[in-house]
């Protein structure tokens, strides 16, 4: 955990994190390895198209429909999309920082 993460909440389920996940915090697992490592909620709308491959689908704007999607800020402070593995769901070590 980077310094500057306080810890909110800690010993929660994957069930009790996704609750706060839902409400825009930020949550990471006490047993991760990777320092500062985070994911959070990104939230549907409808942005610019980035790619060639989705432009036809785009409206008079330039932008599609994103749905909402779990994301993962990593060691590196890049961002992943991100899906939980079952030793994730199944974890009782989730914490929310701020």
């Known amino acids: 955990m980077e310094a500057n993460n306080v ?3 800690e010993n929660l389920t994957f069930g009790e994190a996704l609750i706060f996940l839902k409400k825009g915090e930020k949550l990471q697992r006490i047993n991760w390895n990777g320092k500062g490592m985070f994911v959070y909620l990104v939230e549907g709308g409808n942005y610019k198209v980035q790619s060639r491959a989705i432009k036809k689908y785009a409206d008079e704007h330039e932008t ?3 749905n909402p999607y779990m994301a993962i ?3 590196d402070n890049t961002i992943s999309t991100w899906v939980p593995s079952v030793n994730d769901c199944l974890a009782e070590d989730w914490q929310v920082v701020d």
């Open 64 to 66: 599609v429909k994103y």
């Open 7 to 9: 810890v909110i909440k």
């Open 73 to 75: 800020k990593n060691v």
